[in-house]
């Protein structure tokens, strides 16, 4: 992205980044490559010479069949607007699809190794902060220079943050409760330097889920957690009283809570909406006297707010498919916690609950199919150093 800002075109790059869905396509790929290498099939000949061509043959004939499927489905696809709202809401679905299936094939990545890249990004994140400062001879809430001076992306970052902080939290060898080899290492600057990353950001759903994870599941001692959560405390103040220069996020035009109130007086007047959800079609009428009427919207009962365009996860989740959809995902995770019986399964629940209810976190491709792959690392049971026997 830095690269693309620095060429002069911004948007080249845009599919690689956190909103964009190319990354993951290329791991997709990766995943295909390394299936094709790892399967045990009959067909795969003793001689290691052959062994290439049938992999070739396979790779060859999904290109071919990507090709096919793009010529004959593209076109139809960018003529189709009215299916546009319906495969946005679909995306979800299908990135936490492809994590299951990551995990499935290749497994869940280490707690030690999220914790090792959210150190990396949290001094990406300062280094952000501290090059904005720099370029723009002021403070700026959030920074913007490294990674793209678009709304939403503090809340993105301290997102993923949050996510490595519920990983330090996770069992390690050393521990009484037992832990694994690839358990949370306890390096204390891999800790601070997500700390650090994380109050950079400003972000508040970030900063809260950080505060709610050091006072409710942090094992630190005392005067640390609240040294964190005032810290935090601190943070959001900053960003809502200091006129300092900041990016405004989604949704900020209007504010969460108008959203809030008025996808419920839009799923009031719909009562089917709460077991099947709102049309993904047409926009929402909302008829919220604050803004209806007037000089600015006279032949409106309200403003024509669509349910792609709420930049709140748990309630998008509710318009497009009823409230059944937040209940099973937040199920699904409290699962994942239970089944691994860890700090760090129960410090994802706070993060999800807190940054689905206050930003779009779930919808953007980086952030969802990470929280995905924390949910299944956090999912592994621990198991007692010595133990005997298979893990369960």
């Not at 199919?369 to 299944?376: K, N």
């Amino acid at each position: 992205m830095l690269a693309a800002k620095l060429a002069g075109q911004p948007a080249a790059l845009e599919s690689l980044g956190p909103r964009g869905l190319g990354l993951w396509l290329g791991l997709a790929g990766l995943a295909a490559l390394l299936g094709l290498r790892r399967s045990r099939g009959d067909w795969r000949p003793a001689d290691k010479g052959s062994r290439i061509w049938p992999r070739l043959l396979a790779l060859l004939a999904l290109a071919a069949l990507a090709f096919a499927l793009l010529r004959l489905f593209g076109p139809a696809l960018a003529r189709a607007e009215d299916l546009a709202p319906l495969l946005e809401e679909l995306k979800l679905p299908a990135l936490l699809a492809f994590a299951g299936l990551w995990v499935w094939n290749f497994g869940a990545p280490a707690p030690a190794a999220l914790v090792r890249l959210g150190a990396g990004l949290g001094a990406m994140t300062l280094l952000d902060f501290l090059l904005t400062a720099i370029m723009a001879q002021r403070l700026v809430l959030g920074g913007g220079y490294l990674f793209g001076e678009s709304g939403g992306m503090d809340d993105i970052l301290a997102f993923l943050l949050c996510l490595a902080y519920c990983a330090t939290l996770a069992p390690r060898p050393d521990d009484g409760e037992g832990g694994e080899a690839d358990g949370a290492p306890r390096s204390p600057l891999t800790r601070w330097l997500i700390l650090g990353g994380l109050l950079a950001t400003f972000s508040r759903p970030g900063l809260a889920a950080a505060a709610v994870i050091s006072l409710c599941h942090d094992d630190a001692p005392v005067r640390e957690r609240l040294a964190v959560a005032a810290a935090c405390a601190i943070g959001v103040w900053m960003s809502l009283t200091l006129p300092l220069p900041r990016i405004p996020g989604p949704g900020e035009d209007l504010g969460l809570a108008w959203y809030w109130a008025a996808t419920g007086e839009a799923m009031r007047q719909d009562p089917l909406a709460l077991l099947v959800g709102l049309p993904l079609d047409s926009p929402m009428a909302l008829a919220m006297p604050d803004v209806q009427g007037g000089e600015l919207l006279p032949d409106l009962d309200g403003l024509p707010v669509s349910v792609f365009e709420i930049p709140v996860s748990a309630l998008r989740l509710a318009a497009a498919w009823g409230l059944a959809a937040p209940l099973l995902l937040l199920a699904g995770a409290g699962w994942c916690a239970w089944r691994g019986r860890s700090r760090f399964g129960l410090g994802l629940i706070s993060t999800l609950i807190v940054c689905a209810g206050l930003s779009p976190v779930l919808h953007v491709p980086a952030t969802a199919v990470a929280a995905a792959l924390a949910l299944f690392a956090a999912a592994r049971p621990s198991r007692r150093p010595g133990a005997d026997g298979p893990e369960t």
